[in-house]
Structure formats: structure tokens, C-alpha cells
């Protein structure tokens, strides 16, 4: 398989599968090894960006996935303006900021640091995709973990978690660093929308 084979293998699988796709998927069906798929993806990634083409590709962790251009996003929001999901609210941005700087953690930790109940709120972002399952503690009753998915990576522009804001304190009362949590994720959201906000992927809805 030459190198413009490749390119449009790799085109149409991401713009297909409208998700991440992990990398050694594409190895296994492409029969490549990861240096050869990395530096083609990111050799076209750089040709979209370059080109000012409407469509990106981006690196999210181990996995790869085809968007739409974030200055494109006015545009693409006035088609698709009845199919965009609400905005995050207060309380759940300030449960996904605590899963976000401290995961895996519990929904009993959750509570603790926010002092309320949050079996709803923890249940929506499991419906947006925002968080996932990520196994049980080893304690007894075994309470379920949650960890953030590379749908929270995609909506704040993120390629990995250590692209986080950091805190400005390690040191303050945990109801204060929830706060400054929920703050430090609220400025990235923001940043996002100054820049056109998310892109949406191909062929999906905007996460």
C-alpha cells in the first residue's frame, strides 16, 4: 500500500467511524506498524490545518479522529443548531472538574467534596459520554469508579489529560478546591468558545 493508499484508508475509516479510533486498531486493519499510521496521520493533519481545509484531524491520546474545522463552527451550528445539547450546568461541571483532576474516584468521594448528593448529575454525564465506568474499589460494597472518556477531551479541546489547567492550590479546604476546579474547567470552556467553540465530528453530533 503505497503512501496515498494509506491516506485514503485512514481518511475514510475516521470519517466513518465520526468517534476516536485507537491506533492499533488502525495498525491491525491496515496492516502498518504505529510509526507508519502516527506519522501519516499526522502528516495529513498537518495538510488540513495548512490548506485552512474545513475538516481536522486530531490526536486524542492513543486514538485518532476526523472534525470539522473549529472556525467553521458558526456555520455548522446554524444546521445543526436543533441537534446541539444543552451546556453543561454549574453543578455538573463542577462534579466532572472533581472526577477530571482526582480520577478514578468514587461517587461517594463526589459527595464528599461537593456536599450534596450527586447520583443524578454523575448519571447525565455518564449520558453525555463525558465520564465512564472504570471499575470497582477494592473496599467493601465495592463502589463503582468513574474516569473521564475522550469525549471530555474533544468538547475542551484537550489531546490529553495533562493538558488540564492546574490548581492553583493543592493546600485549600476541599469545598474551596472543588471551586477552583469547577473555575480552572469553566476558563478552558471559555477559551474554546473564543476560538469558534468545539468542532463537531464528522459524520456525528457535537459531544
Known sequence: MDLKELE??????????????????????????????DSVCQRMADSYRYERRG??????ENSWQMCSAPEQAGYIRKVLENRKPAKLSQPALEVLAI?????????????????????????????RELIREAGRLAVPGR?????????????FGLSSLDELPELPSATQEEAQLALEMESALRRLREAENAQASEAEPAGGEEA
Open 8 to 37: 485514503s484508508a485512514i481518511e475514510g475509516i475516521l470519517f466513518a467511524a465520526g468517534e476516536p479510533v485507537p491506533v492499533e486498531r488502525l495498525c491491525l486493519t491496515l496492516e502498518q506498524d504505529r510509526e507508519t499510521v
Open 55 to 60: 475538516i481536522r484531524l486530531l490526536r486524542l
Open 99 to 127: 472526577i477530571a483532576y482526582f480520577q478514578p474516584v468514587t461517587r461517594a468521594y463526589i459527595e464528599q467534596v461537593r456536599g450534596v448528593d450527586s447520583s443524578y448529575t454523575v448519571g447525565l454525564l455518564l449520558e
Open 143 to 155: 463502589p463503582m469508579q468513574f474516569r473521564t472518556t475522550k469525549t471530555f477531551l474533544r468538547a
